[in-house]
């Protein structure tokens, strides 16, 4: 699973002029499925981003993570936007391909699954609506922006 996380001061996200989701300081985070995700991979990355520590201390250095963003009991909000463009393949000529993104069905899903976890498990959590047309206004801060991929497990075959 595809990961883009942007720290931001504000972001929000509509739908044909509406918006649908919005959130003060925290992350946007942009989530794409590969084919053969699972849904212990969108937990896997999940944690990953409420484990970040990417929100400065009192002495500016990246010491706080989403749930605590000032050290100081602030929660910071979380916009997930599903995106498959993340896996886009330019190796081909300056078309990209979007084999690498997993079918919509299992997208939507492991998408669904993502979220939910991100709502059990983060006081503020928005979101986009999956496959709409979406507009995404952010103000980067920093600007922060970290590319995550989490992997399936390598199985080994046995002889």
Known sequence: MLGLVQRVRR??????????????A????????????????????LAKVLKLRVFSDANGKMH??????DGKGTVGG??????????????????PSFQGAAAPALA??????????????????????????????????GPVTIPLRVAAPVIAAVA
């Open 26 to 45: 925290g992350f946007l985070l942009l989530v794409c499925a590969e084919p053969g995700d699972t849904t212990e991979q969108g937990a896997q990355l």
């Open 78 to 95: 979380l916009l997930i936007v599903s995106q498959f463009t993340l896996a886009a393949d330019l190796t081909g000529g300056n078309r």
């Open 64 to 69: 706080h993570s989403l749930p605590d963003l």
């Open 108 to 141: 939507r899903s492991l998408y669904d699954d993502l979220v939910a976890r991100a709502h059990a498990a983060h006081s503020d959590v928005q979101t986009g609506i999956f496959a709409a047309d979406m507009q995404v206004e952010l103000l980067n801060d």
């Open 11 to 24: 972001a929000s996200v509509s739908v044909d002029g509406q918006v649908v989701g919005r959130i003060g």
